[in-house]
């Protein structure tokens, strides 16, 4: 089986990238687009490390939450603690909500 890194890269940051703006758009947030692209290379890059198997420990629960801390942080910034807790809770919720279409 032929598994290509570079679609699987693209496929991963474009869908990161929608994630990103659905959340900026339920928080009524308008984040530069350099950062929803940077955070999205962040986050593309991470499943591309699911082929190689000496990183492994890279995908633990801990460790994907780091991640998903990581990439609102580079997509929004902290601007407070509430104001960070509301948006990690609404990315979450859209992650559940596509994850939810997608399996249904």
Do not use: E
Request: avoid cysteine; aromatic fraction near 18%; charge should be positive.
């Amino acid at each position: 089986m032929i598994v290509y890194l570079d679609l699987i890269f693209l496929v991963n940051l474009v869908i990161d990238a929608v994630l990103i703006m659905v959340t900026a758009w339920m928080r009524k947030l308008r984040p530069a687009w350099w950062r929803v692209l940077l955070s999205s290379a962040v986050g593309a890059a991470y499943v591309v490390m699911m082929f190689f198997p000496p990183l492994t420990f890279a995908f633990t629960f801990l460790i994907k939450f780091m991640l998903s801390v990581i990439m609102l942080l580079i997509s929004f910034g902290f601007g407070g603690l509430q104001r960070f807790l509301r948006t990690l809770g609404a990315f979450y919720i859209v992650n559940f909500v596509a994850a939810g279409g997608i399996l249904g």
